[in-house]
């Protein structure tokens, strides 16, 4: 299981960086450094990694562990104290951009090209998602989190169905599924979140990464490319061929909804996060095991994108505050990420790692087979796009998922979409 995904909402207080210091953290005159970690169970593999640092080095770093709901505020108000940590985890893209145009974070193209082993240990389409304005300033330190088509296999036997490869394919088995009084597609549509992952897939097929690059780089005349049209007009069909049922707007992720709905068979599919593999193995262990499918996004025919670009997130980042006092030894302990120890604790704890090579470590993962199709669907991808409200900044990205939940509830048009999105 991989870190969960931080909403639009929770990244937005970044864009005001405080004036308060919390508690932990390094600064000025700290014999510890510091870094700052998201707390759930995968820490563990990142305090592996702190014990061999300190074993190996002179310095003495310390790990503190900050609750997740309150980890975005605590970070803001840390980055504008004495108080900051040395290094820190992060989601990349937006969650750090605002720190980035503050000159409070070590760009790290310099230490990467003085180490070529070390950057070339990185499936480059994840460490690419590092980058801000073409800067790298974040280092893989987490699984991968691709968003994958799941699929019950027990419904799709019933129905003497098969998985989609074409969206023409998508479409008839919308069809299949309603006539079998069987909602085609989960879809948790409470969280907006969800919803976006489904327009991602379908501008990129339409025009390939360079659309969303146009818009990310700051130009919202890009929301105008004939592909963000298309692709909202493909999502307005979906909705009123009943591809998402009648009640999705109610339906909730975080609490399990959308994914009850694939395991007890009143849905036939989910595109979701990686994650929701493992949400399966904790929630309806038989049917993850015995009946959970999973495949690509399809490819759109005449589409400019590579049917082989996946979207989501790529993975977490570790990143090191400019004027940390222990700069040097921040920049150490990030190649710490790559060594063979730390890979081996990231697949037993249930990890895909971002690392080239990885595959003969997977046959220890507790479900090698899902994570042998996630690494190499990750590992093969000539792009791959970081969710749309974790790339943009907050002030864009918050009301953006707004309009999105619109365009799904049907209060809006796909032109009326397309017009929304360039005036934000």
């Not at 709901?69 to 992060?90: C, H, I, Q, W």
């Not at 019950?152 to 989609?164: D, K, L, M, Q």
């Not at 069987?182 to 327009?199: H, K, R």
């Not at 990750?378 to 998922?401: C, E, G, N, Y």
Request: aromatic share 10%; with cysteine; proline share 7%.
């Amino acid at each position: 299981m991989t870190t969960p995904r931080v909403s639009a909402a929770a990244v937005a207080a970044l864009a005001l960086l405080g004036t308060t210091a919390c508690g932990g953290g390094g600064g000025a005159g700290s014999d510890e450094m510091h870094v700052w970690m998201y707390q759930d169970t995968l820490v563990v593999v990142q305090e592996g990694a702190v014990e061999r640092f300190n074993a190996d080095s002179d310095a003495e770093a310390v790990i503190d562990e900050v609750p997740g709901d309150s980890y975005v505020e605590r970070l803001r108000t840390a980055m504008g104290s004495s108080k900051k940590p040395d290094v820190f985890f992060n989601w990349g893209g937006g969650s750090i951009e605002p720190y980035v145009e503050q000159g409070m974070l070590e760009p790290l193209d310099d230490m990467l090209a003085e180490n070529p082993e070390f950057a070339g240990s990185f499936i480059p389409s994840v460490l690419e998602s590092g980058k801000i304005d073409g800067v790298q300033y974040g280092i893989p330190l987490r699984g991968t989190q691709p968003v994958i088509l799941f699929y019950n296999e027990a419904v799709f036997e019933e129905a003497g169905a098969e998985p989609p490869e074409t969206w023409d394919d998508i479409l008839d088995l919308v069809d299949t599924f309603n006539e079998e009084g069987v909602t085609p597609f989960a879809l948790a549509g409470a969280d907006p979140w969800t919803e976006q992952m489904w327009l991602q897939y379908l501008v990129d097929r339409i025009g390939g990464p360079e659309v969303f690059e146009r818009i990310v780089g700051g130009d919202s005349e890009g929301w105008r490319d004939p592909a963000v049209l298309e692709a909202a007009e493909m999502v307005a069909e979906l909705v009123d061929r009943g591809a998402f049922g009648d009640a999705y707007a109610s339906v909730s992720y975080t609490e399990g909804g959308a994914s009850t709905l694939l395991s007890e068979g009143r849905a036939a599919m989910h595109l979701m996060g990686s994650w929701e593999y493992s949400t399966h193995l904790d929630q309806a262990e038989d049917f993850a095991k015995e009946d959970l499918g999973y495949t690509a996004f399809p490819p759109i025919d005449g589409g400019k994108g590579d049917p082989a670009n996946v979207v989501g997130n790529p993975t977490n980042f570790f990143s090191v505050t400019s004027d940390s006092p222990h700069l040097d030894s921040a920049l150490e302990f990030l190649t710490y990420t790559s060594q063979e120890e730390y890979v081996a604790d990231m697949v037993a704890n249930g990890e895909v790692p971002t690392t080239t090579g990885a595959e003969e470590l997977l046959a220890d993962s507790p479900s090698p087979d899902f994570a042998t199709f996630q690494y190499e669907m990750v590992r093969d991808a000539p792009h791959f796009q970081l969710s749309w409200d974790q790339a943009l900044p907050p002030d864009v990205a918050t009301p953006m998922v707004t309009e999105i939940e619109s365009l799904f509830n049907g209060q809006s048009t796909p032109e009326q979409f397309v017009d929304a999105l360039a005036a934000l």
